[in-house]
């Protein structure tokens, strides 16, 4: 009897079980799943024509491009500086250590609309820099880069929080081995490191870019909202929805959606071919 005890550690009986399940279905149903059904719904309601209509819109072109800019360029920056300070902090000691991790740690902890306008407070017309920067023909809130820099600032975390644990976890004996046979720093870090940390980092990239393309606290702060200008596609749906435009709003909006669950699919995948290599990056 102990013995079964032992081999069977859920003592719920199976009605409970399945009771806990069914609630956990129908929180996922109700707030994932009909949003999720509501916004392509919406999106092809009328009709497929008028679907391709509100994508081909100028407007909502150029938000695609600009969305598509942004995170070109805030994604592979935080990619470099992820590899960096996951380099540094894991392969390294030094002074600051963990000043550097909460540092980095700060967007999770910042609501996105404080972030945007810290950088309106910093570049803004009425600040001390702005009018400087203004004198050389340099502006950046209100224009593609105070987006740019909004979007780095809030997505930056997530490729080194990949990758840091895991390159706690592997040490630096596979580097200091490459080193003992004669490779110099930067072929020990492309030879070893990166094969090493490779499935972990297409992870992080990939929450980074999902994040940048469907970041709006932030980027609502910064971009004052110029139609054609500075609106990205989450900024777009918001003022097409306030203009009654219904079917433009979720088209675009489904677009986003494709993109939440492409993500969501490569992820799985990632998670499901290589656990293993994830595993010490997701215990943290």
Not at 162 to 179: F, N
Not at 197 to 218: S, T
Request: contains cysteine; aromatic residues 10%; hydrophobic residues 55%.
């Amino acid at each position: 009897m102990s013995n079964e005890r032992f081999k069977n550690p859920i003592t719920e009986s199976a009605p409970v079980r399945w009771a806990l399940i069914a609630a956990v279905l129908a929180f996922l149903a109700l707030f994932v799943l009909t949003p999720l059904v509501i916004v392509f719904t919406e999106a092809f309601s009328k009709g497929w024509e008028e679907y391709i209509l509100a994508l081909q819109e100028p407007d909502a072109v150029k938000a695609i491009r600009l969305t598509l800019l942004v995170a070109a360029i805030a994604v592979p920056a935080n990619l470099l500086f992820g590899l960096a300070a996951s380099w540094a902090i894991a392969k390294f000691e030094f002074r600051g250590k963990s000043f550097l991790i909460t540092l980095i740690d700060l967007p999770f902890s910042v609501s996105p609309v404080i972030s945007g306008l810290v950088y309106v407070l910093l570049f803004g017309a009425n600040s001390v820099l702005g009018p400087i920067l203004k004198s050389h023909g340099l502006q950046i809130v209100f224009a593609v880069p105070g987006i740019v820099l909004a979007t780095i600032f809030v997505t930056f975390p997530f490729v080194a929080r990949e990758l840091i644990p895991l390159m706690q976890d592997q040490g630096t004996g596979d580097e200091e081995a490459a080193i003992s046979l004669g490779a110099n720093g930067w072929q020990a870090f492309w030879y070893v490191t990166v094969p090493n940390i490779k499935w972990a980092l297409l992870y992080g990239v990939l929450l980074c870019n999902a994040r940048a393309m469907g970041e709006f606290g932030a980027v609502s702060v910064v971009s004052g909202h110029i139609r054609g200008l500075t609106n990205t596609m989450p900024l777009h749906v918001e003022i097409l929805y306030n203009d009654y435009n219904v079917v433009g709003a979720f088209a675009v909006a489904s677009l986003l959606a494709l993109l939440a669950l492409l993500t969501l699919v490569l992820r799985t995948i990632l998670e499901t071919r290589y656990g293993s290599e994830l595993s010490a990056g997701q215990k943290h």
